[in-house]
């Protein structure tokens, strides 16, 4: 059996609407409206350099079942460019992009092979060595049973075997659970290799063999933290090379700002313009909030004597011109640096109650916000960690109140 090189990505989610920040200037959100298209430029670009055997797409090509006509023109140019050096890509549509939906058709070039709604097998010669590729594509939005059990088991070890499955880990609720599968199953069918989408955190579930996420190519919002991109992977009989390859164009992030020792608003400035170039460095432009930490006591009349929207706004000035951009969300101080709590009885029972309430008890709590006719629209769906973060800041807010004030 040969060596064999291949690139896995999932997740594009072409055409985004990027809800919610409209608070940016208009030449910033439209770089932000671009950046899965960007982001793609960069993936394609990087296989017409690299050239490798073929090209696994776990689903999700688009952002949604209409499919627009923008989208598509994209990612068909792309492909164009893949067949022009020979490239065979292998592709799912997902939960978001199903087969189901309407849209202004495209054909795409005879080097992609899109799977059907039933599993199916597509088999490349790759030099010497046969490469078997399993997977299918969503006949609808919901896919809610276990498809894993439509998966056949490999039995030619003289040949290589990759699954393709757009699905949730069972037990995983970050996500909307579709597809749902357990580890044991995908080993179950002795592949060489497993191709995951749907989940947007870049994770491995098993090492040998690799079971993998790749995430999506680029985050769509502050929950999707950190640098996005795809996996070029090399295998041969005895061993599996994953290289990370980073695609985003423009990088989500929350960091903090130590102003241990800063009394002074000009130094607080300072210490900002300091981490964000530090970000800026790092990881080119970006969506960023920031969190104040360490505040000396005697800073505290600097953010009683001017709004945080102030302190925002300033922040954001100082960064207009700067390149490449980074859009400063917010701006966050830790009040609790400003407090001493002294615990009772009584203040512990309440906290104890707080963190009983399970996900039932919380959504029942929030229920007015999200089932507003007008608000409740442009809400996202409460996640575990939306939960969890809700009870902490819940906490801290009650502790506030009982404290006493520095």
């Given amino acids: 059996m040969s060596t064999i090189r291949f690139f896995h990505t999932a997740d594009l989610h072409l055409d985004s609407p990027f809800k ?17 298209f960007s982001a793609f430029d960069r993936f394609i670009q990087y296989a017409v350099r690299e050239r490798p055997d ?76 046969a490469v078997h590729i399993y ?14 059990n439509t998966y056949p088991v490999a039995t030619n070890k003289e040949a290589f075997h990759i699954g393709m499955l757009h699905g949730s880990l069972m037990g995983n609720t970050t996500h ?32 040998h063999p690799p079971i993998v996420y790749s995430g999506n190519i ?30 985003s164009v423009i990088v989500y992030d929350e960091f903090e700002v130590n102003c241990d020792g800063l009394i002074h608003a000009n130094e607080i ?23 104040l930490v360490q505040l000396e006591p005697s800073a505290k009349m600097l953010f009683e004597e001017s709004t945080i929207e102030e302190w925002l706004e300033l922040i954001r000035e100082r960064e207009e011109l700067k390149s490449p951009a980074i859009w400063v969300q917010s701006v966050h101080v830790n009040w609790q640096d400003f407090i001493v709590y002294d615990p009772t009885v009584a203040t512990e029972a309440v906290l104890n109650v707080i963190d009983s309430w399970d996900d039932r008890q919380w959504k029942e709590k929030l229920k007015d916000l999200y ?27 009650f ?6 004030k520095l």
Wanted: aromatic letters at 8%; a neutral charge.
């Fill in 20 to 36: 919610g920040m409209s608070a940016l200037p208009k030449e910033r959100l439209q770089e932000l409206r671009n950046s899965t």
């Fill in 54 to 129: 073929f090209i696994v797409i776990v689903g999700d090509i688009y952002d949604g079942e209409d499919r627009s006509l923008r989208a598509q023109a994209h990612f068909q140019k792309g492909m164009e460019q893949l067949f022009d050096k020979n490239i065979p890509v292998i592709l799912s549509y997902g939960n978001h992009d199903h087969l189901n939906g309407k849209w202004t058709r495209f054909e795409l070039p005879p080097n992609v092979h899109v799977l059907p709604k039933q599993t199916k097998q597509v088999t490349l010669q790759i030099r010497e060595t």
């Fill in 135 to 148: 997977g299918f594509s969503y006949p609808d939005r919901h896919v809610t049973e276990p498809m894993i």
């Fill in 176 to 207: 909307d659970v579709y597809a749902p599968f357990t580890k044991e199953a995908l080993l179950s069918k002795q592949y060489d290799y497993w191709a995951l989408g749907h989940i947007h955190l870049r994770q491995i579930i098993n090492e």
């Fill in 218 to 247: 680029q985050s769509r919002h502050r929950k999707e933290r950190g640098i996005k991109g795809f996996y070029d992977v090399e295998m041969d009989q005895h061993r599996t090379n994953l290289d990370f390859i980073p695609t």
């Fill in 269 to 291: 400035l300072q210490a900002c313009e300091k981490s964000l170039q530090q970000f800026r460095d790092i990881n080119g432009a970006g969506v960023v909030e920031l969190k």
């Fill in 371 to 397: 089932q507003h006719p007008r608000g409740g629209r442009y809400l996202e769906p409460l996640s575990e960690l939306d939960l969890e973060q809700i009870s902490e800041q819940t906490k801290d807010l």
């Fill in 399 to 404: 502790k506030n109140l009982v404290s006493k």
